[in-house]
């Protein structure tokens, strides 16, 4: 019964994406490798919504605005953006010890892409995402200005 019940409320289910979102993929390499674990945000001008991905193993990505797959159609700066983040700190052994600790700032995040990338402003990465068109953008970063 209860079967019968969920498929009864499946077609009722809305599919439908307001934003009229594409599919939008693509690779992401830095000398000439691919990038694993890289931030991957279009930034859209106008009523754009931002898109995002994380990049797979292999550097591949696949956007999503909100929880919808792809983005809306129109003109993007593209961000690439990978950090790496030192280890935690090991567990200290007393209770004076991590109240001693406590206060240290946090060691900084380590880029391991150029900085011009993540910045709006100075990413020479530009695209147009167009409805009912493959939207394949390969990202080849290099350290060139």
Known sequence: ??????????????????????RVRGKVTYKAQPV????????GEGDTKTATAITASDGRYELATLH???A????????????????????????EEA?????RPLPRAKR????????????????EVKAGQANDFDLELSDRG
């Open 99 to 103: 109240a001693q600790n406590a206060n």
């Open 36 to 43: 694993a674990g890289a931030t991957v945000t279009f930034v």
């Open 1 to 22: 019964m209860t079967l019968l019940a969920i498929l009864w409320l499946l077609p009722g289910c809305s599919r439908e994406n307001p934003l009229g979102t594409v």
């Open 72 to 95: 809306m159609p129109g003109q993007y700066a593209v961000l690439v953006e990978k950090l790496e983040t030192p280890p935690e700190k090991a567990q200290t052994g007393s209770m």
């Open 68 to 70: 919808f797959a792809g």
């Open 112 to 127: 391991l892409l150029p900085s011009r990338y993540s910045d709006a402003a100075k990413t020479p990465l530009h695209v």
